[in-house]
């Protein structure tokens, strides 16, 4: 009797088993160093986009009660760090209310 030729998962999976572990190295090496760059990449970022907090919330609720919604607005529009983003989006929203 002869074997009928076809799809086996089991020869599928000794077919892969077969290719070695070599593979699995460099993928881990190469996902290393994809993190190693999002890290340095992210660390730049919060570095150089460092603002005085503090002293940001202090404008702007001193110009707010003031009732100077542009001064605020203009004072966060062109900010590059996150605080100053986020800030910008919740004055464009600020008129609309909660």
Do not use: H
Not at 41 to 64: C, H, M, N, Y
Request: charged content about 20%.
């Amino acid at each position: 009797m002869q074997k009928e030729q076809g799809f086996s998962v089991i020869s599928a999976f000794m077919d892969f088993a077969e290719l070695g572990a070599e593979w699995v190295m460099w993928v881990m090496i190469a996902m290393g160093f994809v993190g190693i760059v999002l890290m340095f990449e992210r660390a730049r970022l919060f570095l150089f986009t460092q603002i005085d907090a503090p002293a940001l919330g202090r404008e702007l609720v001193k110009a707010l009660q003031q009732g100077d919604l542009s001064a605020a607005r203009s004072r966060v529009s062109k900010g590059q760090a996150m605080e100053e983003r986020v800030l910008a989006d919740a004055l464009e929203a600020y008129p609309r209310g909660a």
